[in-house]
């Protein structure tokens, strides 16, 4: 039995590490910088801060494998990464995307509709106010084989400059033909438990997720 109560008051001692680890997380804010761009694939750069002292930076290129290094004290360790993607499987992937680009037709007005658009512009206006970033600046040209399809996101997108006052926006939509290029900056505070609540409550939204049911079907670009 003294064993057995033993084991069990460091089970107990685990547990409560881990929820105060857990808590600690969830508190305790993040400094973030992120910066996405898109142009005929994805680059993606990102480093994540947690209590001054230990972090995560990373990398990211439609074309190599995620690199990634752990901070600690501002010193920056590299992470190993996996790359075992080979030029015939990429091959591979782009005959297989081309057909699935020919096969899949949706039309994005299915998911365009005032109720969705709502839910969304409620999501980012309430993650701005727990967010905070100190800077937020879109670089953003877009276009649909549809103009109204074009006009329609238009609207949605300017309505960040309400919802980003801070913000930074050049946005040029093109009526003429298909194209999408972004270069989106980044940064601030964040604290992940007020984020993680207010995301559950937004994909548990049953027309949410009817909505990005659909989303798989949407037509990708290059």
Known sequence: MTVLAFILK?????????????????????????????DQGIALRIKII??????????????????????????EIALKSKNNIKKKTRVKDKVKKNDLKKKSKFDIREILDKSFLKEICIYIRNTMRVVKPKAFNLKLSFGFDDPS????????????????????????????????????????KISIGTILLMSLKFFLNKNVRKKFKNLKKVETFG
């Open 50 to 75: 947690w209590a001054k002292f230990l972090g995560i930076s990373g990398t990211y290129d439609n074309a190599e494998a995620f690199a990634s290094n752990l901070i600690i004290f501002n010193r």
């Open 149 to 188: 399809i074009t006009g329609c996101l238009s609207g949605l997108i300017y309505c960040l400059k309400e919802i980003i006052p801070m913000g930074n926006f050049d946005i040029q939509p093109i009526f003429e033909e298909e194209v999408i290029y972004m270069n989106m900056n980044v940064d601030g």
């Open 10 to 38: 460091l089970f107990l001692i685990f547990l409560s590490i881990v929820f105060v680890l857990i808590a600690l997380l969830s508190i305790i804010p993040f400094d973030y910088y992120i910066n996405i761009k898109y």
